[in-house]
Structure formats: structure tokens, C-alpha cells
């Protein structure tokens, strides 16, 4: 495991929590709300940074993460093409791709 991991990992965990609460309301609310809408993105943003950065380091323990291709690719999305954006699925992630993302990235952080 390379120095950097474990900062990633946490960074990557923190914002995956972040991120699972701003799903926690229904469908109407989470659609109307810019705001909520601002907030999930940038922290995808920042946990698909941080597996972008796993990846160049320990590139062995981001194929071991559920949906982490994805997320990196949805980053991409918000980053750089933020006009095509699909807020239906940025929920969807939010409430199941994501929230199942945060044991995993506790279990690594037990080993470090």
C-alpha cells in the first residue's frame, strides 16, 4: 500500500457519507432542490477524485470497490459535462451505489 492510500481512502469515505444523506429524502424534494441537488454533486466529485487518485496509486484496491468505475465516470460527468448531468441518476447513486460504498471503504481503513 502506498503512503498516499489512506488519505484517499478517507477522503473518499468522507465524502461517500456526505453524499448517502443527501438522498435521504423523496424524489420530488431532492429534484427541486438546487441546492441539494450542488451539494451531492460536489461531493461525487470529491469521492471520484479520490478513487481517480487510488487508482493511479493502489490500482488493485479500487477494482475491489463496488460501483467505482462508475463513480469515476460520473464525475467526469459533473466535471466536465455538467450540462449533461441526470439528476435521476445521481439520486439513484446517492441512495444505493454510495451508501454501499461506505463499509467497504471503513473495512480498508481498519486495515491501514
Known amino acids: 500500500m502506498q503512503p498516499e492510500t489512506p488519505a484517499y481512502l478517507w477522503d473518499a469515505l468522507e465524502a461517500a457519507r456526505k453524499a448517502a444523506t443527501l438522498g435521504?429524502?423523496?424524489d420530488a424534494t431532492y429534484l427541486s432542490d438546487w441546492v441539494r441537488q450542488s451539494a451531492?454533486?460536489?461531493q461525487l466529485e470529491v469521492l471520484g477524485e479520490a478513487l481517480v487518485?487510488?487508482?493511479a496509486k493502489d490500482p488493485e484496491i479500487l477494482e475491489t470497490i463496488p460501483h467505482g468505475h462508475?463513480?469515476?465516470g460520473t464525475r467526469n460527468v459533473i466535471a466536465h459535462r455538467y450540462d449533461d448531468v441526470d439528476h435521476v441518476r445521481v439520486l439513484a447513486m446517492l441512495r444505493?451505489?454510495?451508501p454501499a460504498l461506505?463499509?467497504?471503504l471503513e473495512q480498508f481503513l481498519d486495515e491501514v
Open 24 to 26: 435521504e429524502v423523496d
Open 40 to 42: 451531492a454533486e460536489r
Open 53 to 55: 487518485r487510488l487508482r
Open 70 to 72: 462508475a463513480i469515476i
Open 96 to 98: 444505493t451505489d454510495v
Open 102 to 104: 461506505v463499509p467497504i
